[in-house]
């Protein structure tokens, strides 16, 4: 399943970024995206984007665009 198919308050563990661009591979795991985190959405915003998240007791902005890279398993 794909982060960009949840709905608020799911939560969702991530098994796979999948990009071929290490660029945005690393992107993500600096803002802490990594395989085993656990991610719940928070909210959307108005138009859609960005969307908030909460993972590793923080919040995060990210975009729609990243969501569709992010595979993983709900909780």
């Avoid at 794909?2 to 608020?8: A, C, G, N, P, Y």
Wanted: no cysteine; charged share 25%; net charge positive.
């Amino acid at each position: 399943m794909l982060m960009s198919e949840l709905k608020i308050n799911n939560r969702f563990k991530v098994t796979k970024i999948v990009s071929d661009d290490l660029i945005v591979k690393h992107r993500l795991n600096d803002l802490g995206i990594t395989k085993g985190v656990e991610i719940t959405i928070i909210s959307y915003a108005p138009l859609g984007d960005p969307v908030n998240i909460r993972l590793r007791g923080y919040n995060l902005a990210i975009e729609n665009k990243y969501l569709s890279l992010i595979q993983g398993d709900l909780i």
